[in-house]
């Protein structure tokens, strides 16, 4: 099994971390922003009490230690003031509120079926993220082939890092990525 598998989620671990009275020490998660899933060890600040500090794990095999400006300040995200916890729905007088699950999947499905109706089945499509799996993104893209009927379906995994991948190719060659403007 590998240490990616072993860790659970970080927002399976804010739970845990939340109901300890006294932190034995951090729980080793997973960042959750990108295809390479950096090691990350998240504890509570024993100075604030509640508050989480993330740390880069120095033992994960993918990062070594490092993590990108997402992965350190993740803990600030979960939760924030601003962070939306359950659907919401445009009112009649423009603001959003706040309705059931049941209600906001009606209203998609009702958006989705008009759209394709109206413009046909592709002018509906999905598009992943870096962080799904090989069998995720298949299942999204045959999500959105079977029951939308739809070819526009992109898995994400190409494109989260993209300009890292390039900037680095840049430099292996010899080239000197700082000496290009390039638009990816």
């Given amino acids: 099994m590998s240490a990616r598998t072993e860790a659970p989620a970080l927002s399976d671990a804010l739970p845990r971390m939340l109901t300890l009275s006294t932190p034995s020490g951090p729980v080793k998660t997973h960042c959750p922003y990108c295809a390479f899933q950096c090691g990350m060890n998240v504890a509570t600040s024993a100075a604030k009490g509640e508050d989480l500090k993330v740390e880069a794990d120095e033992d994960f095999p993918v990062n070594r230690g490092q993590m990108c400006i997402k992965?350190?300040?993740?803990?600030?995200?979960?939760?924030?003031?601003?962070?939306?916890?359950?659907?919401?729905?445009?009112?009649?007088?423009?603001?959003?509120?706040?309705?059931?699950?049941?209600?906001?999947?009606?209203?998609?499905?009702?958006?989705?079926?008009a759209l394709q109706k109206a413009h046909g089945s592709s002018s509906v499509g999905t598009f992943g993220s870096g962080a799904l799996t090989n069998e995720k993104a298949y299942l999204l893209g045959k999500f959105t082939r079977v029951r939308h009927r739809s070819r526009v379906a992109l898995s994400g995994l190409g494109h989260c890092r993209d300009s890292d991948a390039l900037a680095l190719g840049l430099e292996l060659r010899g080239d000197h990525a700082a000496d290009h403007a390039v638009g990816v």
Wanted: charged share 25%; no cysteine.
């Fill in 71 to 113: 992965g350190f300040t993740s803990a600030a995200l979960l939760d924030h003031p601003k962070r939306v916890l359950g659907p919401l729905l445009r009112g009649a007088d423009g603001e959003l509120e706040p309705v059931s699950w049941d209600i906001a999947l009606d209203f998609v499905a009702a958006r989705i079926a």
